[in-house]
Nanobody
Framework: QVQLVESGGGLVQAGGSLRLSCAASGRTFSRLAMGWFRQAPGKEREFVAAISWSGSSTYYADFVKGRFTISRDNAKNMVYLQMNSLKPEDTAVYYC???????????????WGQGTQVTVSS
């Protein structure tokens, strides 16, 4: 089992930026594919971005391509989500996830953080 703690959420105006961080512990982090998901009020949780264990491969939902960047630092057991050009529709609770994988068109994960709120005002 891996423990995940997110930070960096907050309130930002449309067009602004935020950087989310996720601290991992409990397992060999450097061998885990990691990801970010989000859940807006009244909606299902959705995939945002994922990164391979080495960091050599990244994957993004179409609605964040060109605006968000996922990265990791295996020496620090950290995963990051840099979010630029934020829009009000990006408002959601953002979750860090470990052992992220794709089944067909769907993404899932085995471990989840508690989430961090991101609110984008218009």
């Amino acid at each position: 089992q891996v423990q995940l703690v997110e930070s960096g959420g907050g309130l930002v105006q449309a067009g602004g930026s935020l950087r989310l961080s996720c601290a991992a512990s409990g397992r060999t982090f450097s061998r885990l594919a990691m990801g970010w998901f989000r859940q807006a009020p009244g909606k299902e949780r959705e995939f945002v971005a994922a990164i391979s264990w080495s960091g050599s491969s990244t994957y993004y939902a179409d609605f964040v391509k060109g605006r968000f960047t996922i990265s990791r630092d295996n020496a620090k057991n950290m995963v990051y989500l840099q979010m630029n050009s934020l829009k009000p529709e990006d408002t959601a609770v953002y979750y860090c996830a470990a052992e992220t994988r794709k089944y067909g068109d769907n993404w899932s994960a085995d471990s989840w953080g508690q989430g961090t709120q991101v609110t984008v005002s218009s």
